[in-house]
C-alpha cells in the first residue's frame, strides 16, 4: 500500500485553471499507471484521467478532454493533472490513484486501482 497526498485544489471561478498534484510517499511509483478521479456531492465517484506507467498513453473522459492534462514525473514520484477552462460542473472533490497492477498502460475503471488519496476538493463559481 502507498501513502499518497494530493494538493492543488480550491476554488475558482468558471474560465479559470488549477493544477492538482499528487505526491506518492513510494519508491516503486515509476511502476504503476496513476489515475484522477472526482465525486461530486451526491454522485458516483468517476473516471477523469489515467497516465501508463511510461507516460507514452494517456486517457480522458470525454467532458475533459482538450480542457485537462495529466502528466506525471517519476522523479519526484509526483502525477499532475492541469486543468484549464474550469466549468461549474467540475466541481468535485478529486482523488488520485495508483493501479493494482505494474507495468501496465491507462485504466478508466475505478475498480483497477487500489490505492488512493483523501482527496482535494475543487469549486468552481459561476
Known amino acids: 500500500q502507498v501513502h499518497l497526498v494530493e494538493s492543488g485544489g480550491g476554488l475558482v471561478q468558471a474560465g479559470g485553471s488549477l493544477r492538482l498534484s499528487c505526491a506518492a510517499a513510494?519508491?516503486?511509483?515509476?511502476?504503476?499507471?496513476m489515475g484522477w478521479f472526482r465525486q461530486a456531492l451526491g454522485k458516483e465517484r468517476e473516471f477523469v484521467a489515467s497516465?501508463?506507467?511510461?507516460?507514452?498513453?494517456?486517457s480522458y473522459v470525454d467532458s475533459a478532454k482538450g480542457r485537462f492534462t495529466i502528466s506525471r514525473d517519476n522523479a519526484k514520484n509526483t502525477v499532475y493533472l492541469q486543468m484549464n477552462s474550469l466549468k461549474p460542473e467540475d466541481t468535485a472533490i478529486y482523488y488520485c490513484?495508483?493501479?493494482?497492477?505494474?507495468?501496465?498502460?491507462?485504466?478508466?475503471?475505478?475498480?483497477?486501482?487500489?490505492?488512493w488519496g483523501q482527496g482535494t476538493q475543487v469549486t468552481v463559481s459561476s
Open positions: 513510494d519508491g516503486t511509483f515509476s511502476s504503476y499507471t
Open positions: 497516465i501508463g506507467w511510461s507516460a507514452t498513453q494517456t
Open positions: 490513484a495508483r493501479s493494482k497492477l505494474l507495468w501496465i498502460g491507462v485504466r478508466t475503471s475505478r475498480y483497477e486501482y487500489a490505492d
